[in-house]
């Protein structure tokens, strides 16, 4: 148990919808990441939040958008849902601003079906 | 850019055997070298890392890696094979110390172990 917790563990829904993606990270952790995996994309990285304030950004659609809030807890947004964004979706979190040599520790993530 | 190349998606070993997984990375810093592992259904959990120092370094499991700059890899070695070894392994970078240290992975490679 990494200590970071996510939910729902699996989520289906139709075409068109929005959903949200829930993280919660180890106590004391400032930092949280997305990442999504896919079968044909790998593992990518979304998104970054550092203390509730947007860190770093990568390969996120505009119809995705997250937040992380006072408590740190963090939501990942999908909108307007298509076939190609069902996936399962990580969340990890890491004490540190940068991160960089410090290990990530990564959730259960979320699978998300878009039917 | 920096990434990370794994060459074989999939691996077979007898229980018992040597492990190798080969990884190769390309950045133009000195990269900060990771391993993980993915067992079914799960998320992601560190094997080992490489920062600064020691090019051989140990992780969980047994596991080892050796970073060689000259060769720009970082191939995973496992001595003896265990059934409970079989899962996805990824190897990741993380150099962008103004992106947040975000991890960009290989595209994985799935261990598979014969009785």
């Known amino acids: 148990d990494s200590g970071v917790t996510q939910t729902p563990k699996h989520l289906i829904t139709a075409t068109g919808q929005r959903v949200t993606l829930r993280c919660s990270p180890r106590s004391g952790d400032l930092s949280v990441y997305w990442y999504q995996q896919s079968l044909d994309q790998g593992l990518q990285f979304l998104i970054q939040y550092y203390n509730g304030e947007e860190r770093a950004k990568g390969n996120i659609l505009e119809r995705f958008s997250a937040q992380q809030f006072p408590d740190l807890h963090s939501e990942l947004n999908l909108s307007s849902l298509e076939l190609g964004d069902s996936a399962l979706y990580f969340c990890a979190s890491s004490p540190s601003r940068l991160a960089v040599g410090n290990e990530q520790f990564f959730g259960p993530g979320t699978r998300l079906t878009v039917l | ?115």
């Open chain 2, 1 to 115: 850019a920096q990434s990370v190349t794994q060459l074989g998606s999939h691996v077979s070993v007898s229980e018992g055997a040597l492990v190798l997984l080969r990884c190769n990375y390309s950045s133009s810093v000195p990269p900060y070298l990771f391993w993980y592992v993915q067992y079914p259904n799960q998320g992601l959990q560190l094997l080992l890392k490489y920062t600064t120092g020691a090019t051989l370094v140990k992780g969980i499991n047994g596991f080892e890696a050796e970073f060689k700059k000259s060769e720009t890899s970082f191939h995973l070695t496992k001595p003896s094979a265990h059934m409970s070894d079989a899962a996805e392994y990824f190897c990741a970078v993380s150099v962008d110390y103004n992106q947040g240290g975000k991890l960009i992975f290989g595209q994985g490679t799935e261990l598979s172990v014969k009785p």
